[in-house]
């Protein structure tokens, strides 16, 4: 497979699976927004959450007030947030209509239908309860394309370039929602176990789709280590940060028997791995939680620069 075919491919996954998580971080800052008791707490929220997708300094750049309207705003529709949905559908077909033959036809027809509903909409329409129609909508979005590429897709290369692509996001995306309620909106002592805090880290497991299954497994109140734990060291969790190493290691190592030979690529994985093999969440609190969410984001992120390297991204 050619590289720059491989690339659209990853990037194709990459912005679908961003596009949801874009979503989910702003159902969070919305839902706490409107939850915050405190003069200027929904602002904080709302400013967290962007920190957290790392926009808040373009978002500061318009000097608009960080309200509702304008976060969200600014987080679905800009055309110069580059992280906003309408620039990952954008990109997503973009990249889709790069590699058309290397698609399946419901793939394509997924992303193209997709970006043409988006286009139509007017985001001056889009305020109060319209805001989560629209954000469950982009993960419908996401769960349609990832469900056309596991029921029509050959397991080949493509394939495993599109999983790669997915899950080097997903992993990224849920270690900052986890960072972004630890570190940045850590409450005060006297808060923590209170109304408050326990409201937020029900969110929190919300936006990762993972309320139901925590109490599931853990039939009890929501506890810090355990959310922590949960999202990140669960093997069953499909959004835990193991549950999406684990499924880059699988398909690197498909890459790996295709092309013959161990790459850089192989090596990036094998030291995020080492992050999460043989530790427990007593060792990452005393750890650091931030450091290590910030140490795991860093070594992420030289997959995809190893994956360029090893497969001739350009």
């Known amino acids: 497979m050619l590289g720059r075919t491989a690339q659209s491919l990853f990037w194709l996954s990459r912005y679908v699976e961003r596009a949801e998580n874009v979503a989910r971080l702003l159902e969070v800052g919305y839902r706490m927004s409107l939850t915050s008791r405190r003069e200027g707490g929904?602002?904080?929220?709302?400013?967290?959450?962007?920190?957290?997708?790392?926009?808040?300094?373009?978002?500061?750049?318009t000097e608009r007030v960080a309200d509702v309207k304008n976060v969200s705003q600014f987080m679905l529709f800009d055309e110069d947030n580059p992280s906003s949905v309408r620039a990952c559908l954008l990109a997503a077909r973009t990249n889709a209509r790069a590699v058309r033959t290397a698609l399946t036809t419901d793939m394509w027809e997924t992303i193209n239908a997709a970006w043409l509903e988006f286009s139509a909409i007017r985001p001056r329409d889009v305020t109060g309860a319209k805001i989560q129609e629209l954000l469950n909508w982009v993960r419908q979005v996401s769960y349609r394309y990832r469900g056309a590429l596991m029921s029509t897709s050959l397991?080949?290369?493509?394939?495993?370039?599109?999983?790669?692509?997915?899950?080097?996001?997903?992993?990224d995306n849920t270690a900052r929602i986890l960072d972004m309620k630890y570190y940045v909106l850590l409450p005060r002592e006297t808060q923590v176990g209170g109304e408050i805090d326990i409201q937020q880290w029900t969110m929190i497991l919300r936006a990762a789709s993972a309320h139901r299954?925590?109490?599931?497994?853990?039939?009890?109140r929501f506890k810090a280590k355990n959310i922590a734990e949960y999202l990140i060291l669960s093997p069953e969790m499909p959004r835990s940060l193991r549950f999406s190493v684990l499924w880059?290691?699988?398909n690197l190592d498909m890459l790996e028997e295709i092309y013959g030979g161990h790459t850089p690529g192989h090596d990036a994985i094998d030291g995020v791995k080492q992050l999460l093999e043989g530790t427990s969440i007593e060792s990452i609190f005393d750890y650091g939680l931030h450091e290590f969410l910030t140490e795991f984001i860093s070594r992420n992120n030289r997959v995809t620069e190893a994956l360029a390297e090893s497969y001739n991204f350009y």
Do not use: C, I, K, T
Request: hydrophobic share 40%; aromatic share 12%.
């Open 155 to 171: 397991r080949d290369d493509g394939y495993a370039f599109s999983q790669v692509g997915n899950f080097v996001e997903r992993a």
């Open 213 to 220: 299954s925590y109490q599931h497994v853990y039939h009890d």
């Open 248 to 250: 880059l290691d699988e």
């Open 42 to 61: 929904a602002s904080e929220h709302l400013m967290s959450m962007m920190q957290a997708a790392e926009v808040d300094e373009e978002f500061l750049a």
